[in-house]
């Protein structure tokens, strides 16, 4: 079986699960803790960030890397078109996803955190305390604001990531009107890249993650709920419909290996 290192919330390794489901190959998660766990990762991969894949003695890093050993070794279900035109399309939009959408959803994700007091209490479990919400939930943003100008993340920051996202959202609508993937009539590896770097504009609804149920569904406040971009969200719904296998855990419950523990490297 291969071994996936990961972070449930990294939308890189969602970027990976997708393909891995897509692909119908069996895989564990290894939930990498922060810090401990990161140290371990570099004794195996070299490097500290996830997703990294273990299959046997072969060790990959990086979401893109993990896409194409996974599209060599196990040939099934292709995710890079063979036609030319489409495949360096495919190749573009993956890019693109990963350098303008993810980095940017990232941005946009922590400004709604710390501006919105409801999308932060959401990330709470509902088992939270009631003190502990209403704690979150009080402390007022210019606070998050001083902190995110301390890490790059100021409202410039932010405001900068928010029309970024409009014009890669507003472009996605207009690719799916012509065709049911963004290259053509099969998904590839783009359609995964998108799917899997949106997961922080708003995080699917359905029972794929492991994070709270309050936070199933909920998203960037301007960009998740805004009409102009139904189009591109009620695909990607389908897409997971299709293809995203559901968690097993049951709701309130954390799946076997999900939980932070540290790695054991052979």
């Given at each position: 079986?291969?071994?996936l290192?990961?972070?449930?919330m ?7 699960r997708?393909?891995l489901?897509?692909?119908?190959l ?12 990161q ?5 195996l991969?070299g ?9 046997g003695?072969?060790?990959?890093a ?5 896409a194409f050993?996974?599209?060599k070794?196990?040939?099934d279900?292709p995710?890079?078109p063979?036609?030319?035109k ?7 939009m993956?890019e693109?996803?990963?350098e303008?959408?993810g ?8 400004g709604?955190?710390g501006n919105d007091?409801a999308f932060?209490m959401a990330?709470l479990?509902s088992?939270?305390?009631d ?29 900068s990531a928010h029309?970024?996202l409009?014009?890669?959202l507003?472009?996605?609508c207009l ?16 359609d ?5 770097m ?5 995080f ?22 805004n009409?102009a ?11 997971y ?8 855990s ?11 523990t ?5």
């Amino acid at each position: 079986m291969l071994d996936l290192y990961q972070f449930e919330m990294s939308h890189y390794s969602e970027k990976v699960r997708l393909i891995l489901d897509y692909k119908g190959l069996d895989y564990r998660k290894v939930e990498v803790t922060p810090g401990v766990g990161q140290i371990e990762v570099f004794q195996l991969s070299g490097q500290r960030q996830v997703p990294v894949l273990k299959d046997g003695v072969e060790v990959i890093a990086d979401s893109t890397a993990i896409a194409f050993y996974l599209d060599k070794k196990y040939p099934d279900s292709p995710l890079i078109p063979t036609d030319a035109k489409q495949r360096g399309l495919c190749l573009m939009m993956e890019e693109w996803a990963d350098e303008s959408i993810g980095l940017n959803g990232r941005k946009a994700m922590l400004g709604a955190f710390g501006n919105d007091p409801a999308f932060r209490m959401a990330v709470l479990p509902s088992t939270a305390p009631d003190f502990l919400k209403t704690l979150v939930g009080s402390v007022p943003h210019e606070a998050f604001d001083v902190l995110g100008m301390g890490v790059g993340l100021g409202p410039d920051a932010i405001k900068s990531a928010h029309t970024a996202l409009k014009q890669d959202l507003e472009a996605l609508c207009l690719l799916l009107n012509e065709s049911p993937y963004l290259t053509g009539d099969q998904p590839t590896l783009a359609d995964f890249a998108v799917a899997g770097m949106t997961m922080y504009i708003k995080f699917p609804s359905g029972n794929y993650l492991d994070i709270p149920n309050t936070l199933k569904g909920k998203g960037v406040p301007g960009l998740a709920d805004n009409p102009a971009y139904a189009r591109f969200f009620e695909w990607r719904d389908r897409l997971y419909a299709d293809i995203r296998k559901v968690n097993i855990s049951a709701p309130g419950s954390t799946a076997e290996g999900s939980t932070p523990t540290p790695i054991q490297i052979d």
